[in-house]
């Protein structure tokens, strides 16, 4: 039995109608008072600010400023999209986030009330990959709809029985028009208009999404079919939401029209990273144009995760080291070129051994101080110590990258480390490191240690050495694109490979840094630089 107001005591009885004036007021308050078993799933905070944010872009103060949830201002910060036109919102988020649940299958119901309420159009249409999605989703909006709580809230809105289907439906007062429309990507969507439009992952997979004919077509959709079907000059809006697989998807395409100055749409991203970001990896993404605020939109510190109650440090550690673009991409929401930012790993060559004749051989190193587990709890991911096996054939002129060893170790451990993988080796090759203190402080312990007797170990001098990271890197970085660096196969490729191409806007370059040592020393050159993507728009 639902409870109503009168069947209850007085003070419950308040409560009870304070509660459904949130819901009608508020769209988590809806979710939650609609859907009271899972309450607290969307009382998360990164629900909480999607439901802000939603609620922002339907009253107009996302797209005005003007009386602006104060908890949402980072996002007038976040760059200058003020503009008109054409307005979307688009939330950047992991998988299992409950991002459809609430926005796919709780605010079209919401929506629809509302804006009836206010006197505005009222249509709503959603759209997946594939019609299946949609549909489903919208099945849910319509059971939802005929529930007594859902009347308890907004008992004025009634499903007609005569369009009443999970591809559309309409209200009972309104069978002029088709309220909701659920269909797939690609759909024909003559005669139907919105006022909100949902667009919920409309891109199936990673193959998709890096498909040069399937990302054109879908683009094609989003400006002819789609953004054709919204009444902006009502003020309408468009939702969307997906796994930034690729630059070039249809937000990134978006973006660089607005900041080529050829559109004058408005564009909000709310981007939701599953671990915290750093002020460095920030600070990278605003130089690539992105828009980033200076702290995170949770308030949460550096290595914090979005969801620490389905997910944990050792799961995604594990995954970013094992699945370094998913990492990226599906939970980071920050995807690369392809190719990498310099070079990618279609640059390199991979062979089964090491070369023997004609080659010179010299250990690039590169030095830590901090251990993984005593590193703060939150960020839990300090820099690597590096050993780095580098040659070159002096006939070819082609650098092979040998072998490397990494790990985030303490002082101690990370000189055993480096020590014994240069034993490991049975040629005795010069070891080097760059001009930070750190590296000093380490060579000068490995020159003491009896089992290196008979190895060059020296500081490169800033003349050999010297420049920002991009710089050093340029002359071996250089050589991958013109397809003259191998690599050797070995279990650290991946880790490497993952590097090189965030390089230099990832959260890690010491093996790149160790690999430049080296080269450094072995007196390889840059000649006219290396092509660098500093800037997603000069993509």
């Known amino acids: 039995m639902i409870a109503t107001p009168e069947t209850l005591r007085p003070n419950s009885a308040k409560a009870e109608l304070a509660r459904r004036e949130l819901a009608r007021r508020n769209l988590i308050d809806f979710c939650a ?39 949402l201002q980072f996002l007038t910060r976040q760059s200058t999209w003020a503009g008109g036109g054409r307005r979307h919102l688009f939330i950047n988020i992991q998988p299992g986030s409950w991002k459809s649940s609430t926005i796919s299958r709780k605010a079209p119901q919401y929506t629809v009330a509302k804006l009836k309420r206010m006197g505005l159009p009222h249509q709503v249409i959603m759209a997946s990959c594939n019609s299946d999605i949609a549909q489903g989703n919208n099945a849910k909006v319509i059971e939802s709809m005929d529930h007594q709580r859902y009347k308890n809230v907004f008992p004025e809105i009634e499903l007609s029985a005569r369009e009443r289907s999970s591809e559309k ?36 997979d990673r193959a998709d999404a890096n498909s040069a004919t399937k990302k054109e077509t879908l683009w094609e959709w989003f400006n002819d079919v789609w953004c054709t079907r919204l009444l902006w000059k009502a003020g309408a809006f ?71 109650n389905e997910s944990s440090h050792a799961e995604m550690d594990s995954i970013r080291l094992s699945q370094p673009v998913t990492y990226e991409s599906l939970y980071q929401q920050r995807p690369r070129p392809a190719g990498g930012f310099m070079v990618g790993e279609t640059n390199f060559r991979v062979i089964p051994a090491m070369p023997k004749e004609g080659m010179r051989w010299v250990w690039g190193t590169d030095w830590a101080l901090t251990a993984k587990e005593v590193a703060p ?27 490397i060893e990494r790990g985030q170790l303490n002082q101690h451990d990370a000189r055993e480390m480096v020590t014994s993988t240069v034993l490991s080796v049975d040629e005795k090759y010069s070891i080097r ?10 060579l000068s312990e490995m020159m003491r240690d009896s089992r290196l007797v008979g190895y060059s170990i020296r500081m490169l001098s800033r003349k050999e050495h010297g420049g920002d990271k991009v710089v050093r890197a340029t002359p071996w970085l250089e050589r991958a694109q013109a397809g003259l660096v191998d690599v050797v196969a070995g279990p650290w490729n991946t880790a490497f490979f993952n590097e090189v191409e ?18 450094a020393d072995l007196g390889i050159a840059d000649s006219d630089g290396v092509d660098v993507v500093t800037d997603i728009w000069d993509m």
């Open 377 to 403: 709890k939150k960020k839990n991911d300090p820099d690597y110590t590096v050993a780095a096996l580098i040659g070159v054939n002096a006939d070819s002129g082609r650098l092979v990258i040998a072998h």
């Open 169 to 204: 439906w309409s209200l009972a007062d309104d069978l002029a028009f088709t309220t909701c429309r659920a269909a797939g990507v690609g759909a024909v969507l003559t005669s139907y208009h919105c006022f909100v439009g949902i667009l919920d992952d409309p891109i199936k």
């Open 433 to 442: 490191a760059g001009q930070a203190n750190v590296d000093k402080i380490h």
């Open 33 to 71: 008072y609609t859907d009271p078993e899972a309450a607290a799933m969307y009382r998360r905070p990164h629900l909480e600010l999607i439901g802000l944010a939603y609620d922002a872009a339907l009253d107009g103060s996302l797209w005005s400023g003007v009386g602006l949830d104060p908890r």
């Open 502 to 519: 965030n390089f230099p806007h990832g959260t890690h370059d010491d093996m790149v840094d160790a690999v430049s040592v080296a080269v």
């Open 238 to 308: 468009s939702v969307g939401m997906w796994t930034r697989w690729a630059m070039d998807d249809p937000m990134g395409r978006l973006l660089k029209e607005k900041m080529k100055g050829r559109i004058q749409d408005q564009i909000v991203v709310l981007r939701l990273p599953a671990v915290a970001e750093t002020e460095k990896e920030r600070a990278s993404l605003a130089k690539l144009g992105l828009p980033v605020d200076e702290a995170d939109p949770l308030g949460r510190e550096a290595g914090e995760l979005m969801m620490p």
